[in-house]
């Protein structure tokens, strides 16, 4: 499946849902690429998983912001792959740094920012730790096995959806 037809199926897959995140939030390594950066050499050609630009495409065409939360030993290389790839600019957040915290510092990082809540955050990462640390600050978060595709954004939207829905009953936004 091509970028563009990713893009496209992506942007349908948004359509069905009536409330979308504000920001998506994506871990890159075995998230959006399928490596570490401190085993590449920023002189290397980096790819992304094959359907990672199509849904960053789409997300930005359905007007959702996209940041970075990684824990990256090697911030430098991360950035240059960023670059390399084209894709610097679609990121309203970089939070690209090695920490203990299994991302709570990037999240709040991201939130002062942008201004986004944390319950309309909507986040993608290969870590179980990271998983459940953002998730207890009210962050809807996904594990990915192989990367960010089709179906993990369905997963994604739907989980986030269900959140929004119970958060809405029990509470004022």
Known sequence: MGEESVTNE????????????????????YTLWPFYCECRSKRETP????????????????????????????????????????????????EIFYSWTHKTEHFQNINRRTGVPYNSMLFFDDENQN???????GVTSILVGNGVNLGALKQGLTKFSQNWGSNKKGKKR
């Open 131 to 137: 998983i459940e640390t953002v998730s207890r600050m």
């Open 10 to 29: 992506a942007t349908q897959l948004m359509g069905m849902f009536q409330v979308l995140p504000r920001l998506v939030v994506f871990d890159l390594d």
């Open 47 to 94: 790819s992304l998983y094959p359907h990672s630009k199509g849904i960053l495409f789409a997300l930005k065409d359905k007007g959702v912001d996209v940041a970075i939360a990684s824990r990256s030993p090697t911030p430098d290389t991360a950035r240059t792959f960023i670059n390399k790839l084209g894709i610097r600019s679609m990121f309203v957040a970089e």
